[in-house]
C-alpha cells in the first residue's frame, strides 16, 4: 500500500525560512510531487523530484532520498502570501498519472 | 491556452439523490485524473481517465463512476448521494505521456453539499 506522512501545521515568521518534511511508502515509486493550496483555491505545482538530491526554484528548493522515502520541501525568505497548504505527493509506477496525496502541511506566516 | 475547467462549480444535492460533473482538460491534454478533497482526509485519488479509457481508479465505492469522451472532456457521476459525499470535487489534467514528468493542472473544483 501506500502512505505518506507530513506534519499537519507549520507557523513561521516573515522572511525566515522553514523546511516541510514528507515521509512515503510506496511500492513502485515514479516521482514526487509538491504542490501549494491556498485557502479556497486549487493546488498549483511547485516541483517534482524522481532522482535523489535537490532541485531549486527560486526561493523553493525541494529534496529527495528514494532509500529513505523522504522528501523536504525548502521555503526561502517566507513572505506572507506563502501561507497555505502545502501538499507531498507520490506516482507509483504503473499507475499512470495518478497522484497520491499527504494531508497536506497548513503553513501560517506571521509578520 | 486555457486552464481547466470544471462545472458547476456549487452544487447542493438531497441524500439519495445523484449528481453529474463535468471536466474540460487543457486542449491537447489526454488524461483527466478526479479527486476528492475533505478536511479530514485531504485529496483522495478517485479515477483517471486516458484516451477514453479508465486507466487507474481508487479506493471508491461504486457509486462513484465516471467516463470520458473522445474530445478528452470527462464526466463523473455519483448515484445514491450520502452525506459523506459532501466534498470539493478536483479535476487534473496532463498530457499523459511522455514518462514519469506529468505535471497535474488542477481545475477550480466543484463544492458539492449533500443536505
Known amino acids: 500500500g501506500q502512505n505518506i506522512d507530513q506534519p499537519t501545521e507549520m507557523t513561521a515568521t516573515e522572511g525566515a525560512i522553514v523546511q516541510i518534511n514528507c515521509t512515503y511508502q510506496?511500492?513502485?515509486?515514479?516521482?514526487l510531487f509538491w504542490y501549494q493550496q491556498h485557502a479556497g483555491e486549487a493546488p498549483t505545482f511547485l516541483s517534482y523530484n524522481v532522482l535523489d538530491g535537490l532541485e531549486e526554484k527560486g526561493r523553493f528548493s525541494s529534496f529527495l532520498s528514494r532509500s529513505k522515502g523522504y522528501s523536504y520541501l525548502l521555503l526561502k525568505e517566507l513572505q506572507m502570501k506563502d501561507s497555505a497548504s502545502y501538499l507531498c505527493a507520490v506516482r507509483d509506477r504503473g499507475a499512470g498519472t495518478a497522484l497520491i496525496f499527504g494531508k497536506g502541511t497548513t503553513l501560517s506566516v506571521s509578520s | 491556452k486555457a486552464g481547466v475547467t470544471q462545472t458547476p462549480r456549487y452544487l447542493i444535492k438531497t441524500r439519495g439523490q445523484q449528481v453529474t460533473l463535468s471536466c474540460s482538460p487543457i486542449s491537447g491534454h489526454r488524461s483527466v485524473s478526479w479527486y476528492q478533497q475533505t478536511p479530514g482526509q485531504g485529496l483522495q485519488f478517485l479515477f483517471e481517465y486516458f484516451s477514453e479509457t479508465q486507466r487507474n481508479k481508487g479506493n471508491f465505492p461504486g457509486r462513484f463512476s465516471g467516463r470520458q469522451f473522445s474530445n478528452s472532456r470527462s464526466e463523473m457521476n455519483v448515484s445514491t448521494l450520502e452525506l459523506g459525499d459532501s466534498a470539493l470535487y478536483l479535476c487534473a489534467s496532463s498530457p499523459g505521456t511522455g514518462g514519469a514528468y506529468n505535471e497535474q493542472f488542477f481545475g477550480p473544483g466543484t463544492r458539492l453539499t449533500v443536505l
Open positions: 510506496t511500492s513502485g515509486f515514479n516521482g
